[in-house]
């Protein structure tokens, strides 16, 4: 498997379908860490997260392989919004999982692009296992990880793309870290073409698997507490493919506190008049957090998406 070669091919099929994400100076960030700072708006992609580019890239490979197929998913909402449209688009029929502990606004969303959606448990790792042994209990049933699949992997790498096509040679990326998908596939295509660039795994305390994991170099489950990170909460696969690529290509781990989380998330809207979810603000709460072993040089931050309830936040404001 040539994670490298699924992002090239995946650049090819989705790049009509999705939108080259902006690449933003921020003023304010790069004044603080006496360098330069950007902020890759996935926030502003289709649907509002990152997760548009793996499940469409997924969805196209499969219908190439010209086989029948009903693919199914599980997801805390990004995933399955990514998911829903790459149905719509591709008319093609398939079923979202969801825990029934979803963020109401997401599962609204989804309901938009008329996926069929089922409910089962309140940890979203635990809805994930389900809707994979339910796959493989029927014939012609897919089940499509947010995570670990080459396909999706791939799909998310194309960022990685636009990073370099924007900035030729950034001295470091942060990327928040839930099952390892995002982080795997940016990794692995700047790894080639800038493999000076630092890439630096984000995660909030409450919730932080893949870090633990790493560290001990060898898989932990661990029981995730509440965090407003929900779109990165919860464990991985054991035999996710993302964890050996997590400790090949990712510098360190930085952990965060739900404070920070929540203050990273008013200062994006005061210094920079945008709204992001909480896994979107892990990485600006690890930059900050960290900010000292990264001044003076060029950072790239990815603000993964901005799916955040309107619940949620008006308790952080």
Same mark, same amino acid.
């Given at each position: ?5 699924e ?5 090819d ?7 080259h *994400? ?9 004044s ?10 996935e926030?502003?992609?289709?649907t ?9 890239n997924?969805?196209?490979?499969l +219908?190439?392989?010209? &086989? ?7 997801? &805390?909402?990004?995933h399955g919004?990514g ?10 029929n ?15 969303r ?8 089922a ?6 790792? +635990?809805?994930e ?5 339910l ?34 040679t950034?001295?470091?990326i942060?990327a928040?870290?839930?099952?390892g998908g995002? =982080?795997?596939?940016i990794?692995?295509?700047?790894n080639?073409?800038?493999?000076e660039?630092?890439?630096i795994?984000?995660?909030p305390?409450n919730?932080?698997e893949?870090s633990?994991?790493?560290k001990?170099?060898t ?5 995730s507490?509440? *965090? ?7 464990g991985?696969e054991r035999d ?6 997590? +400790?090949?290509?990712?510098e ?6 739900e404070?920070? =989380?929540?203050e990273?998330?008013r200062?994006m809207?005061s210094?920079?008049?945008k709204l ?8 600006v709460?690890s930059?900050l957090?960290?900010?000292?072993q990264f ?5 790239v931050?990815?603000i993964?998406?901005?799916n =955040?309830?309107y619940?949620q936040? +008006?308790? =952080?404001?």
């Open positions: 498997m040539n994670i490298y070669d992002i090239t091919a995946a650049n099929r989705i790049r009509s379908h999705i939108l *994400t902006p690449l933003l100076h921020s003023p304010y960030l790069s603080l860490a006496d360098g330069k700072v950007y902020l890759k708006m926030s502003e992609q289709y509002g997260s990152f997760k548009a580019r793996g499940s469409l997924k969805l196209i490979w +219908k190439e392989q010209e &086989t029948k197929f009903f693919p199914i998913t599980a997801s &805390t909402g990004n919004l998911f829903a449209r790459a149905l719509k688009l591709l008319g093609i398939g079923r979202i999982y969801l825990p029934e502990t979803a963020v109401q606004s997401k599962i609204e989804i309901k938009e692009y008329g996926a069929e959606i409910f089962y448990g309140k940890d979203p790792y +635990k809805t296992l389900y809707a994979k042994n796959a493989e209990e029927h014939d012609n049933w897919v089940y499509i990880s947010p995570y670990n699949d080459p396909q999706i992997i791939g799909g998310q790498g194309t960022i990685g793309i636009e990073i370099l096509e924007d900035l030729e950034p001295d470091i942060f928040t870290v839930g099952g995002l =982080i795997s596939g990794a692995s295509y700047v080639q073409h800038s493999p660039t630092r890439v795994g984000c995660q305390r919730s932080p893949m633990v994991s790493v001990a170099g898989y932990r489950e661990i029981e507490k509440p *965090t407003l990170s929900d779109g990165s909460a919860g991985f996710s493919i993302t964890f050996d690529l997590c +400790k090949e290509l990712v360190q781990f930085i952990l965060v506190s404070e920070e =989380i929540a990273s998330i200062l809207i210094k920079h008049s992001v979810e909480g896994a979107a603000a892990v990485a709460a930059f957090k960290e900010i000292e001044k003076g040089g060029t950072s931050i990815i993964c998406g901005a =955040i309830s619940k936040l +008006k308790d =952080i404001l």
